[in-house]
Every structure is written in structure tokens, then in C-alpha cells.
């Protein structure tokens, strides 16, 4: 009898415990939104922009956004092991505002308010077109629709970047690894 209450204990824990575990896989509403990754801070950390644009720079410094990219940590090991990403790789885009005065500071610049955070994923089965889709959350939404498989997102990421469209040119610690296993797409260099 003790037996089997320890055992149904250990089961209800074990149950608890995988609720609790955020599957870091895209999770979809029922008209084919993504439900934002709210935990996507607690992922892999790949690198930080600041003031980065792709057109004219930026005249004043203090217009320049920090960005702030995390990987799901299963998609990072497996970039590790192969030097490109499997599928349901998330990866974020967080951007924030820079500010340089405030407190003890006297000098350069520090990561402020959030302005927004972008989404790239990788679900092979629900676009099958371009393996990969873009998504935007800039206010308060808990949900996005998927970019559209032109748009410009996908336009420069699949023109431009390093590793199967995504900007490894600019992650130092995946860099090597990409060159190391061959993915380096040539011609993207720094
Ligand atoms: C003109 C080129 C360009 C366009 C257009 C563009 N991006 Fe990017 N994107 C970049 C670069 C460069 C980086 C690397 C940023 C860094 O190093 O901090 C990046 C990184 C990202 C990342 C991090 C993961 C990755 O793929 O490397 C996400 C997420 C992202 N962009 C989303 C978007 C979304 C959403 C849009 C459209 C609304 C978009 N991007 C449009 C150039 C672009």
C-alpha cells in the first residue's frame, strides 16, 4: 500500500514537473498565431547589436537601439554538434532602447526600455515554402501572425545570412563552429 502511494507521489511529481518546463518549441493558437515566448530571456545569450542598420547609419548616437538575439538552448547544442539549426529552432530578437544618463554614469551607453521583440523560427512543416517565418511583437501583444514569406525580413535574412538565414556572421561564439563544419555560406563575411 505505502509502495503505491510513494509511487503515484513520484508520478504526480514527474507529471508537475514536465507542466512546468517550457517545451521552448513554437506553440501556435487555433487560427495559426505564435504564442510569444515569454520565457525566451532564460535561453542561450548569442550576441548584442548597437545601432546596427542596414540602410543610411544613424546620424545621433542617442537614436541608436541595442539588440539583443537568445536561441532556444536544444537548438544551440545541436548548432554546436552540426553548425546549422534543426528544425523548431525559436530565435529572438530583443531590442531596447539606449540611454547614457542615470544613475553613477558618466560615459557611454547603457540597455534601457524594451521597444520590441522579433521572432525567426524554423517549422519545416507549417512552412514548407521557406522552412523558416518571421513574427514582430511591439506592444503589448501575446500573439502574432506570421510575416508574409516575401517580406522583407525573409528578402535580407535569406539573402544575407551566413548559416540557413540567420545572421551567424555576427555571433562570435558560432562563427567558428559554422566554419568548422563547412555551413558557412562564403561571400557573407564580416
Ligand atoms: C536588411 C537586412 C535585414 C532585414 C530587412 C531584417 N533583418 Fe533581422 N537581422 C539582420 C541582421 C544583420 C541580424 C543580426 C543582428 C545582430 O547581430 O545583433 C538580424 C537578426 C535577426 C534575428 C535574430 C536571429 C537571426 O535570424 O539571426 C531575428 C529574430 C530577426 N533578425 C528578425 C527580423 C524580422 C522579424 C525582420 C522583419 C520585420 C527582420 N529581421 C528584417 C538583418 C535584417
Redesign the pocket.
Known amino acids: 500500500m505505502k509502495a503505491k502511494l510513494l509511487i503515484a507521489l513520484v508520478l504526480l511529481s514527474v507529471s508537475l514537473l514536465a507542466q512546468e518546463a517550457p517545451p521552448n518549441v513554437p506553440q501556435y493558437t487555433k487560427d495559426g498565431e505564435l504564442i510569444k515566448p515569454e520565457n525566451y530571456r532564460e535561453w542561450i545569450y548569442?550576441?548584442?547589436?548597437l545601432g546596427?542598420t542596414?540602410?543610411a547609419p544613424i546620424a545621433k548616437q542617442e537614436d541608436e537601439d541595442f539588440?539583443?538575439?537568445f536561441?532556444t538552448p536544444q537548438a544551440y547544442k545541436a548548432f554546436l554538434a552540426t553548425g546549422t539549426w534543426p528544425d523548431k529552432t525559436i530565435?529572438?530578437?530583443e531590442v531596447r532602447y539606449s540611454a547614457s544618463k542615470g544613475s553613477i554614469n558618466k560615459g557611454g551607453r547603457f540597455q534601457d526600455r524594451l521597444a520590441g521583440v522579433?521572432?525567426?523560427?524554423k517549422d519545416e512543416a507549417r512552412f514548407p515554402a521557406t522552412k523558416?517565418a518571421?513574427?514582430?511583437f511591439n506592444g503589448p501583444e501575446t500573439t502574432a501572425k506570421p510575416?508574409a514569406a516575401d517580406?522583407?525580413?525573409?528578402?535580407?535574412?535569406s539573402s544575407?545570412?551566413a548559416v540557413d538565414?540567420?545572421?551567424?556572421?555576427?555571433?562570435p561564439t558560432l562563427l567558428p563552429v559554422a566554419k568548422a563544419k563547412g555551413t558557412f555560406k562564403s561571400g557573407t563575411e564580416k
Open positions: 548569442l550576441s548584442s547589436g546596427m542596414y540602410g539588440d539583443n538575439v536561441v530565435m529572438a530578437l522579433e521572432i525567426h523560427l523558416w518571421f513574427f514582430g510575416l517580406s522583407v525580413c525573409q528578402k535580407c535574412h544575407n545570412g538565414e540567420t545572421f551567424v556572421q555576427f555571433y
